[in-house]
């Protein structure tokens, strides 16, 4: 029996701790000081970078080795807005009453995978129906093949809001829905929402402070919350240690978000000079979603493809988010790389960069946006954004250069995630 012991520990210590993965690189991508570095070996052991050597470095016989010579080599990608229950398409409405929640688990076991393999190896999901939460236990075990998955649940709304759940439905389908499918309507309700979602299992909390363009409702952009919800919501989702994200195209609504004390600002759209100040001063973040505005703007012309009280609000707002992302960040806005992928289909995350490169900002800075500032806002910095000794083995790579050439970001061909590599 002692003999079998011994044997299965040797087993199990050679599986998990005697084998370390050396990956060298060419170019390295120093997320820290925005610097490249170049001919540098990674060491992995288990699910951690053990150490950064200078040149190309080879383990012992049992260790592997991978060739990462000719490429550009970067901590795994963080994405700050993506919806992993759901993926754009003519029939997304009518699957509001159709689609089981085994059947929406099934479909975001694929939307998983094609984000990991487009080099995200940790996303926020903000909103689902909570088959996210499921979805990230799913991904921490190893059962499905996704990137770490900080999660919302159900976003919040007000009654008839963006994220009411029966919005466009008819009214024997309605029926009320209160905080604990996500509506507030008071101060009592906004606590009450949030405490739920703790205990549902989320992360973090969504909150649509304006009205939307997807939702099967007339406004695209007015506000939906009172100033003393928001704050409701802001100061008990404290208490859990969350943070708030707010989905916001108004002015209005997003100045009260900011001053309610949301960390991160979805999309932005129609944000004046002030509200930018605000943000600057409360220290909140813009999450661009450029990709969608884009994605939005030309699927309103096909048509049939949405509602029809959605396409005159996707012509209005989807145009404008580059242009606001521009300002904002010329202003000196706090930019969190965020794409809303779902809303366009899984895996394109990766177009964002150029989007972001083409409105102003230096390639460099979008790397780091998707790398340390995302790390910062999930209080993961001293876990994920950078390839540092005592990191998690998040790591990706690129063919070329990204600083030469931004596309290069939308063709991931190296992917670990915890030690794991997923794609090579
Ligand atoms: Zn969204």
Do not use: W
Not at 14 to 21: A, E, N, V
Not at 80 to 102: G, I
Not at 147 to 171: C, E, I, Q, W, Y
Not at 278 to 293: E, F, N, R, S, W
């Amino acid at each position: 029996m002692k003999y079998i012991y011994t044997l299965l520990f040797i087993c199990i210590s050679t599986t998990f701790f005697g084998q370390d993965t050396y990956l060298q690189c060419g170019k390295l991508i120093d997320t820290k000081t925005g610097k490249i570095l170049t001919e540098k070996t990674i060491v992995v052991t288990g699910n951690k970078i053990t150490s950064i050597k200078s040149g190309y470095v080879t383990g012992k016989k049992e260790d592997t080795t991978i060739d990462l010579k000719d490429k550009t080599v970067m901590p795994g990608l963080i994405d700050m807005h993506v919806h992993m229950e759901m993926e754009t398409n003519p029939k997304a409405y009518l699957q509001r009453y159709t689609d089981n929640e085994a059947d929406i688990a099934f479909n975001s076991i694929e939307f998983a995978e094609k984000t990991l393999m487009a080099g995200f190896t940790t996303v926020r999901d903000l909103g689902g129906s909570g088959v996210n939460i499921s979805l990230k236990k799913a991904t921490q075990k190893g059962k499905v093949k996704g990137p770490r998955v900080f999660t919302a649940g159900k976003a919040l709304a007000t009654t008839g809001g963006h994220a009411d759940p029966t919005n466009g439905s008819k009214r024997s389908l309605i029926g009320d829905p209160g905080p604990k499918e996500g509506v507030v309507n008071s101060i009592e309700d906004a606590k009450k929402a949030v405490r739920q979602r703790y205990k549902n299992g989320a992360d973090l909390i969504k909150i649509t402070a304006t009205g939307g363009v997807l939702s099967v409702a007339k406004s695209s952009s007015n506000p939906q919350f009172t100033i003393e919800e928001i704050k409701a919501i802001c100061e008990t989702a404290k208490d859990y240690g969350f943070h708030v994200a707010a989905h916001a195209h108004g002015d209005e609504g997003m100045q009260r978000a900011v001053l309610g004390g949301v960390k991160t600002i979805e999309h932005g759209t129609l944000m004046s000079e002030k509200t930018m100040d605000l943000m600057k001063q409360h220290d909140a973040y813009l999450v661009p979603t450029i990709t969608a505005g884009k994605e939005v703007t030309q699927k309103a012309t096909i048509d049939g493809y949405y509602p029809a009280i959605i396409v005159p609000k996707a012509l209005e707002i989807g145009p404008k988010i580059q242009n606001t992302f521009k300002k904002a960040y010329d202003r000196g806005v706090g930019i969190a790389f965020g794409t809303d992928a779902g809303v366009f289909k899984h895996g394109q995350n990766g177009k964002e960069f150029a989007f972001m490169v083409e409105a102003g900002m230096p390639a460099i800075a979008t790397i780091q946006s998707a790398t340390i500032t995302n790390a910062k806002i999930l209080n993961m910095q001293d876990q994920i954004g950078q390839i540092t000794p005592g990191f998690l083995a998040d790591i990706v790579a690129v063919n070329d250069d990204p600083t030469q050439k931004i596309k290069t970001m939308e063709n991931v061909v190296f992917v670990m995630k915890d030690g794991i590599i997923y794609k090579k």
